[in-house]
């Protein structure tokens, strides 16, 4: 807990499948909001440890929600990459919606994050505890030209570990008896040089210094980094 911030991990049942909570968070989703499937124009399922190829996650959600079959022409899709995934699929459900605007009436984009870590756990007793299983559904809507102010700026990591040409995160898919491995070094200092820069970047193109900055809000859930960015960047990590 001391360097992960970490206290608890949270894992499926036996009971439970991959789809089961996708399903569940998209249920909830859709329930809060009152927003049918009918209008959800976009729909991308991100995740490293999909339990099928084919059909896509996406699709079999879809299938799913959309009870009389009438959404054909939705936009979904599944992708694969690692801890970006989230990142990735927001800013591909923002642009796609952006680039309909005025030509769909369904004014909606829904982004799923789905995995199931415990599977591929139990080669290493210190990364193991940063993984878990979990879901989430996000939903997007388009603000009005006026309102909008938005910012896309992504980098990918292709070298693997900082420090020799190995990869830095590996799972491996051996008939489900592979098992994951992480340079954990190697992935802390990438993401301490990627986040500060990242930050610095957005902030230039809208004219800003840090300290205009209300609120940072980073897809990392390590204590550890977060508090390492913010003596970077000679921020309140409070």
Known sequence: FRRSGIESRFYKSTESSFF??????????????????????????ASSTFDKNAPSLACRL???????GTNQDCFAVDINSACTGYIYAMSMAVDKLRANAGKDEKKYAMVVTNEVFSDYLGN?????????????????????????????II??????????PKNSIVIYNES?????????????????????RSIRETA??????LSDIDQFILHQ?????????CR???????
């Open 176 to 196: 489900g008896t592979g098992k994951m491995t992480m340079d954990g070094l190697a992935v802390y200092d990438n993401a301490v040089k990627t986040i500060s």
């Open 124 to 152: 290493s007793p210190t990364s193991d505890i940063l993984f878990g299983d979990a879901s989430s559904a996000t939903l997007i809507e388009i603000a009005s030209q006026e309102q909008e102010n938005w910012c896309s």
């Open 62 to 68: 879809m299938n799913s929600i959309d009870k009389e």
């Open 204 to 209: 230039n193109i809208h004219h800003l210094d």
């Open 155 to 164: 980098h990918s990591f292709h070298q693997g570990s900082v420090r020799d």
């Open 221 to 229: 859930a390590n204590k550890k980094i977060v508090d390492t960015v």
């Open 20 to 45: 089961d909570l996708a399903i569940k968070s998209v249920n909830r989703l859709l329930e809060k909001t009152g927003v049918l499937a009918s209008q959800i124009s976009v729909l991308i399922c």
């Open 232 to 238: 970077k960047l000679e921020l309140d990590s409070n």
